[in-house]
């Protein structure tokens, strides 16, 4: 495939859903797998979108990556384990409340940095690279730190390369190692879009405000603050926008709201250069997204004009 390579790093994991009478549906998810969806379902042909990861040898994991091909996301940088498996993780309902049980202490995924030169390689033929704080939250320290410098490095040679903190303090071994690794996922990026409530309940910011000015003095060059319903702020080089979001009669399932915004986001920035016009873009998207069940929603139900 020629064109231009949007590159998204990080863990997709198996999801046992609740289907009735104490059946379990599978499926596949993990937000910045869920991203490069939207990134893929939003973006021209001129584009490939490309997942890195890591899985098993078993079934499951080969499964998993005919899921990923099957949405048009290329699995050639996946790396196989032998005798590793993927992660997943169960969607409990209780009185309609929803909760997450987890088993990815040992998943394949955590490999997907053990390789520095397939990570180089992976990184340099990307012209856009998307990770998160899941993505660093799931490395062996010693792999976090191979993985900024390789971001540090398309940072340095103009590459767009896009963080979201996504900050989940239970799979960190410390608040300070969060924080001083998220951080440095922000230092090492040009664009940050990080969820308001995450970095009010885990960083302490008393304003949208507070988060902005926290990223940019870290050295990120442009933010994107999602607020749920109440819209997104842009500070873009400096200039600040707000885009509303869009109203949404009723609200079925908020699983991966800031996924669908990123990669939809990413995906009309990347074609028109217009930060505001995109953001107004993925608050179409993500309503539609959070008015459907599940994290991945198709195409087809994305109201897409064209392409
Ligand atoms: P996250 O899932 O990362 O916490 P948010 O909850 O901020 O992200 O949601 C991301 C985007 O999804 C918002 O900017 C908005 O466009 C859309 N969204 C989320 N919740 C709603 C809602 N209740 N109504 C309309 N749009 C929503």
Not at 32 to 55: I, K, Q
Not at 75 to 91: A, D, F, Q, V
Not at 112 to 117: C, E
Request: aromatic fraction near 8%; charge should be negative.
């Amino acid at each position: 495939m020629s064109g231009r390579r949007f590159l998204s790093i990080g863990e997709c994991m198996v999801e046992l859903s609740q289907a009735g009478d104490g059946l379990l549906r599978k499926g596949f998810a993990g937000d910045t797998f869920n991203t490069a969806w939207y990134a893929r379902a939003c973006l021209g042909p001129d584009w490939s979108v490309d997942y890195l990861t890591a899985l098993g040898d078993d079934a499951l994991s080969e499964e998993m990556a005919a899921f990923i091909a099957r949405a048009g996301i290329g699995t050639s940088l996946i790396r196989h384990i032998k005798g590793k498996t993927p992660g997943l993780y169960m969607i409990n309902l209780k009185n309609g409340e929803r909760s997450f049980s987890y088993w990815r202490d040992s998943s394949a995924a955590r490999s997907l940095a053990a390789d520095p030169d397939h990570l180089r390689e992976a990184v340099e033929s990307a012209d856009v690279i998307y990770f998160s704080g899941i993505t660093l939250a799931i490395l062996p320290q010693e792999d976090a730190a191979t993985l900024l410098a390789e971001i540090r490095r398309a940072k340095a040679v103009g590459k767009l390369v896009v963080f979201d903190p996504n900050i989940r303090p239970r799979l960190w071994s410390s608040y300070d190692v969060m924080h001083a690794t998220i951080s440095e996922g922000a230092r090492s990026s040009v664009l940050v879009m990080p969820s308001f409530d995450d970095e009010a309940a885990h960083f302490g910011d008393d304003s949208i405000e507070a988060t902005i000015h926290r990223y940019l003095a870290l050295g990120a060059i442009n933010i994107v603050v999602k607020n749920g319903a109440d819209g997104v702020r842009l500070n873009f080089a400096g200039d600040e926008t707000f885009v509303p979001a869009e109203k949404v009669e009723t609200v079925v399932d908020t699983t991966s709201a800031g996924d669908s915004f990123n990669g939809a986001f990413l995906a009309s920035y990347l074609e028109s250069g217009d930060a505001t016009a995109a953001a107004r873009f993925a608050a179409g998207v993500a309503a539609r997204v959070v008015s459907e069940h599940g994290a991945l929603v198709a195409k087809e139900k994305l109201g897409l004009n064209g392409g």
